[in-house]
């Protein structure tokens, strides 16, 4: 293995495995060429098969926030490993997760873990079918909730990579009941949608914000209409502030979704919201839910490491060294005649190709991915690592450094000048 490059093992895993990849947008159909296998992660850096060597601007799309291989989050899963990896009984650590996650995050009283985003969402959504006894879904254009069949509809991300509108596979039945409504518009509500979903910050359409208004407007349209609210805090959930998206822009939603940050890079997701909700669960309620693994040891003991690294300090650390890429970005590439905006939100960071920022997903869908190819390129030959695709989000960690983000501007600029 250790010699083999990259074509070489793209080629394997080809053969084995649809793609050469468990996951749509790793196989770099997006912009072309064959990805990089990794196979060693410090800090902010990851080392391929061929030995070289990249700032990471992927993070696992965002789960590895304090860094690839942290020392306390790996000796946190290797003292766990040692007991034992999963047991279907109730462990300790799902408690300690558990308490961490509604010490900070508003309006959570109870939450279950799951095994990723997918589940948390799809699982919020059965959930808020239940309680509330109405079928209708309501989703925004460009968000992504994962690839469970009812949300499959007009979905961001990997989806928007490859320019699907939704899915092979996904019957008319299956999405039937949901309705999909431009970003940053508060559409109409009634007293047959289940739910609203939403994910606060645009991150899988490149990264749009919230138009002033728009969240705290649709809390009181879903409660005018006895609607839940559901934010899909995947990527937003501890990244955006102690307390996700919620703390951030004072909104509380009835049920939120968790998963990347919040298992310190092993699989894991969660959903939450207050005590009579929750109860609609079994095996309190009526709402069926489960999982062999959830609450694995291993991911809540590194999810609980990671929680604790993320003090205020760390925060606003993350704001800062954000701030400084967004800027320095900006000024390069525009500086170099490639018209771009790089919106930041907190320490949420995107690229969009263009002139005008865009609000919602028809305006996101004019990034130039051309273009986006190119540069992502030029970065990778100079040791950068972007995501394959125009519409994924550069995340920033905690062990990005001044240097490291001053490396990555100064690369940004050699790229867009021999672009
Ligand atoms: C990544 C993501 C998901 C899906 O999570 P998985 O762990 O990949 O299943 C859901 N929602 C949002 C906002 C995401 O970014």
């Known amino acids: 293995m250790g010699s083999q490059t990259n074509r070489q093992l793209f080629r394997d895993a080809q053969s084995l495995i649809p793609g050469g990849v468990n996951s749509p947008v790793r196989a770099f159909q997006a912009v072309g060429g064959d990805p990089y296998f990794v196979v060693r992660g410090e800090g902010a850096h ?33 003292k766990a490993a040692a007991l034992g990896t999963s047991f279907g009984a109730p462990t300790p650590g799902e408690i300690f997760l558990a308490e961490e996650i509604v010490n900070r995050v508003p309006g959570i009283e109870q939450l279950r873990l799951v095994n990723s985003g997918t589940e948390a969402t799809m699982s919020a959504i059965r959930l808020a079918r239940g309680h509330t006894g109405r079928n209708r879904v309501i989703k925004f254009s460009g968000c992504y909730h994962g690839h469970a069949d009812t949300l499959l509809a007009a979905g961001g991300s990997g989806v928007a990579t490859l320019g699907l509108s939704g899915s092979a596979g996904v019957p008319p039945s299956a999405v039937a009941d949901t309705i999909v409504v431009p970003y940053n518009a508060v559409p109409e509500i009634t007293q047959d949608d289940a739910c609203v979903i939403v994910e606060p910050v645009a991150a899988n359409m490149g990264l749009i914000a919230p138009l002033e208004g728009f969240l705290p407007q649709l809390r009181s349209a879903c409660d005018a209409a006895g609607t839940l609210l559901i934010f899909d805090e995947v990527i937003t959930g501890f990244r955006l502030a102690r307390g996700g998206a919620s703390e951030w822009f004072g909104v509380t939603p009835d049920i939120a979704c968790f998963g990347k940050v919040i298992g310190g890079g092993l699989p894991i997701g969660a959903f939450g919201g207050s005590e009579e909700i929750m109860s609609t669960l079994a095996p309190v309620g009526p709402v069926y839910q489960a999982g062999t693994l959830s609450g694995n040891p291993l991911a809540t003991a590194a999810g609980c490491a990671a929680l604790q690294l993320l003090d205020s300090a760390a925060y606003q650390k993350l704001y800062a060294m954000t701030e400084r890429l967004s800027a320095g970005i900006e000024k390069v590439l525009n500086g170099a005649g490639l018209p771009a905006i790089a919106p930041r939100v907190g320490s949420l960071l995107g690229l969009f190709l263009g002139d005008n920022a865009p609000t919602q997903y028809d305006e996101a869908r004019t990034t130039d991915e051309k273009a986006y190819a190119r540069f992502f390129h030029e970065m990778l030959d100079r040791g950068v690592a972007m995501a394959p695709g125009a519409y994924e989000a550069l995340f920033v960690g905690l062990a990005h450094t001044e240097d490291v983000v001053d490396t990555v501007i100064g690369a940004a600029a050699e790229s867009a000048a021999s672009l």
């Open 46 to 78: 990851v080392y391929d098969a061929e030995g070289r060597k990249y700032i990471d601007l992927v993070q696992s799309y965002g789960a590895v926030i304090v860094g690839h291989a942290h020392p306390q989050v790996t000796e946190a899963i290797q």
